[in-house]
């Protein structure tokens, strides 16, 4: 894998010092690719799990359902805030729970077939 960085050319005397011609890297066959957890197919993205067992985004949420400090999470009279979840292990011996953001990433995740990132 090769990385490309353009020629830096600074507007300010103080940023001269960083002043380059373009620069290709080549990191080497050891590099491994990495999948952001959004892109994944095992990203279970945040979520409400109601009081009746019904699994809701946040987006389908009532206004009424959030509480009042503008922390952007339910209260518990509606249900439970459930944060992002990488299933991949979810079905091994050890059932351990990995939260995630959706910026994360990791090498071992497998892309999406729709995936609006450039692979």
Known sequence: MK??????EP??????????GPI?????PDVVKVVRCKDCIYYHPAHILTNNGEEKGY??????????????????????????QCERNRYDADDKTVFCGPDDFCSRGQRREDSQCEK
Request: aromatic share 6%; net charge negative; glycine share 12%.
């Open 59 to 84: 987006e389908d949420m009532e206004p009424e359902a959030f509480d009042t400090l503008g922390t952007g999470l339910v209260t518990s009279e509606y249900g439970i805030n459930v944060g992002g």
């Open 3 to 8: 990385v490309h960085i353009p020629a830096f």
């Open 11 to 20: 507007m300010a005397k103080c940023n001269e010092h960083l002043k380059h």
């Open 24 to 28: 290709d890297i080549d990191l080497g």
